[in-house]
């Protein structure tokens, strides 16, 4: 199973995943754990920029869209985005 922890370490992660994963918005990724939610981009291959965090409990539909335009916003604000990396697939990206 896809820990956050492993992630974070950089430990190898192979297929399969726990589930199919597409970026909600513009290249802006989403990933969940029983209790928290990290949104944020992939500048690079295997590199991932978490900019927003929340509780699980916090996040309504709402609250959800806010985080997505949160993220979306600081990205197009730091002027590093290079839009050749938006992949559609997870596997792409690590």
């Not at 896809?2 to 974070?8: H, N, P, S, T």
Request: proline share 9%; with cysteine; aromatic share 8%.
């Amino acid at each position: 199973m896809l820990m956050a922890r492993d992630f974070c370490a950089g430990d190898e992660m192979t297929p399969p995943l726990p589930h199919i994963m597409t970026p909600p918005k513009e290249g802006i990724w989403r990933f969940r754990t029983p209790d928290l939610r990290f949104v944020g981009w992939f500048p690079t291959k295997g590199a991932y920029i978490v900019s927003e965090i929340e509780l699980k409990s916090h996040c309504t539909a709402e609250r959800d869209q806010e985080l997505l335009d949160a993220a979306t916003q600081f990205r197009a604000e730091l002027s590093i985005d290079n839009p050749n990396l938006r992949g559609e697939k997870l596997n792409e990206l690590l």
